[in-house]
């Protein structure tokens, strides 16, 4: 940004240049502006389609319900990894998330988030199967082919190949490359997805299961691993 800007009025020369210098894939956005240190002429612009972030509102309006803190998933989990000591500031990480039927991708390079997307996985929810697993918690299972699904991930597989060669040789300016990839999420299948990608590419995997966790944080799951994050984010 230009140095003339005072931190105060970043948020508004950002919503400024939106459709010119700031060009977005979806209208009306709701930004916000993080300066981390002020005066190196860089800053780091969150943005969000209005329209489900005014459902979420919506909806937590109409049960009387005021949440003390809000985050994007990719933040909550890099914040669990950063207190389980798992992040060095000198590397350069692919962070996946996987869900039943979706992933979310996330690049964080020294320090910084350099790339997010979010991947649905076109997988039919009616044959998955939720079963009680305790007091306000379901464990869920495939009641299909599993092959049908495994397509699923592989085709994930290449997708996270052109993310990082897109990282590479387009966003790193020191055309540096991933150095490690992490697995998360609350998909039953995530020893299987892990064992996939090792199959596929020659990097460090770290998998983050519930024994892992169980480590660090006994009593929780890998399916936690994301609400433990916004618990511990710090709210004023």
């Known amino acids: 940004h230009p140095d003339d800007v005072e931190p105060s009025k970043l948020r508004e020369y950002a919503e400024m240049e939106i459709g010119y210098s700031i060009h977005l894939p979806f209208d009306d956005p709701l930004i916000d502006v993080f300066d981390p240190v002020e005066g190196d002429g860089k800053a780091m612009m969150f943005a969000a389609n209005s329209e489900p972030v005014n459902q979420y509102i919506n909806l937590l309006l109409d049960i009387h319900t005021y949440p003390e803190a809000a985050d994007v998933r990719a933040l909550c989990n890099l914040r669990l990894l950063e207190s389980m000591n798992l992040l060095d500031d000198t590397k350069?990480?692919?962070?996946?998330?996987?869900?039943i039927n979706e992933l979310s991708i996330t690049i964080y390079s020294k320090g910084n988030v350099e790339f997010q997307r979010f991947q649905p996985l076109d997988t039919d929810l009616s044959k998955w199967k939720a079963k009680e697993a305790g007091e306000h918690q379901l464990d869920f299972s495939y009641l299909g082919e599993f092959d049908e699904y495994r397509?699923?991930?592989?085709?994930?597989m290449l997708e996270l190949e052109r993310i990082m060669d897109f990282f590479r040789f387009s966003i790193s300016k020191e055309q540096?490359?991933?150095?490690?990839?992490?697995?998360?999420?609350?998909?039953?299948?995530?020893?299987?997805?892990?064992?996939?990608?090792?199959?596929?590419?020659?990097?460090?995997?770290?998998?983050?299961?519930?024994?892992?966790?169980?480590?660090?944080?006994?009593?929780?799951?890998?399916?936690?691993?994301?609400?433990?994050?916004?618990?511990?984010?710090?709210?004023?």
């Open 176 to 236: 540096n490359g991933i150095d490690e990839i992490i697995v998360m999420g609350d998909n039953p299948n995530l020893n299987n997805i892990h064992s996939h990608l090792k199959q596929n590419f020659e990097l460090p995997i770290k998998l983050i299961n519930d024994q892992f966790m169980k480590k660090h944080y006994p009593g929780f799951k890998a399916k936690h691993a994301a609400l433990l994050g916004l618990a511990l984010k710090e709210v004023k």
């Open 92 to 99: 350069t990480y692919l962070l996946t998330n996987w869900l």
């Open 151 to 156: 397509m699923l991930i592989t085709d994930q």
